[in-house]
């Protein structure tokens, strides 16, 4: 049997500010099996974020264990996190991040050169995923010719790029209005099960929770 992609064996994590101590995760355990698309469902302020980063593993300062794709992290190894990062993960966030000067193309190849692609490779992947994001008549364009919508399309396109086993979404249609914002989900969910990559995508809106296979709600630091 293959392992989950994800697991979280009571996971915490803890800010100090102004010499007070926030408990923001207090203790989550979850496991996240290959292909299976997990919403995190929450308010504001419910840590949904706080988790996301630190299974990103950007930075460590985590309590608990985090196991991805089978291995469990070393937080005093950056290096060991960076290679995990790289094989294994995707983002996509609520705002998109795209590089200003980079076209469409660029914006989803780059990410593919870092991981040691050819260009090649990575141009024919890049225009594999924008037309099935329908963005064919995009690929030119800088992200400031592009609406919200199809910058957002673009990010999703960057995330899946290096075709990661499990893909980490922040309110991915969060700064889109509601229309927009189904559509892209729609094209989102779409592509990822046709790629067969896991993804937990955190949101505060029930609707768009219920489109995926698995709702987790956290509420103050724990799954309920
Ligand atoms: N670096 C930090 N230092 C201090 N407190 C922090 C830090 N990051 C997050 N917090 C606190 O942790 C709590 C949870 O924040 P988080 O952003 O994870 O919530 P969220 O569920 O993603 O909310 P939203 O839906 O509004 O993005 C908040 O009270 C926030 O102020």
Not at 58 to 74: P, Q, S, Y
Not at 110 to 131: F, H, K, N, V, Y
Not at 157 to 180: F, I, M, Q, S
């Amino acid at each position: 049997m293959n392992s989950p992609v994800l697991e979280l064996r009571g996971l915490t994590r803890s800010f100090e500010q102004g010499g007070v101590r926030i408990d923001v995760l207090r203790g989550v355990n979850m496991a996240i099996q290959p292909g299976e698309i997990v919403a995190l469902l929450g308010p504001s302020g419910s840590g949904k974020s706080t988790l996301l980063q630190a299974v990103g593993l950007l930075e460590g300062g985590f309590g608990g264990e985090i196991r991805i794709a089978g291995k469990t992290v070393d937080q005093k190894d950056a290096h060991a996190r960076t290679l995990l990062r790289r094989d294994h993960l995707g983002f996509v966030y609520q705002f998109h991040h795209l590089l200003p000067d980079f076209d469409a193309r660029e914006n989803v190849v780059l990410p593919q050169m870092i991981a040691d692609r050819s260009r090649a490779e990575a141009e024919s992947r890049a225009e594999e995923l924008l037309t099935a994001l329908g963005l064919d008549h995009r690929l030119t364009h800088r992200p400031s010719q592009l609406s919200g919508g199809e910058q957002q399309r673009v990010a999703v396109a960057r995330g899946l790029a290096n075709r990661p086993k499990l893909v980490l979404a922040d309110e991915p249609t969060g700064n889109l209005d509601e229309a927009t914002s189904d559509k892209v989900l729609a094209q989102f969910l779409e592509l990822v099960r046709g790629e067969g990559s896991a993804a937990l995508v955190a949101t505060h809106n029930e609707r768009l929770a219920a489109k995926m296979d698995r709702v987790l709600r956290l509420h103050e630091g724990l799954l309920e």
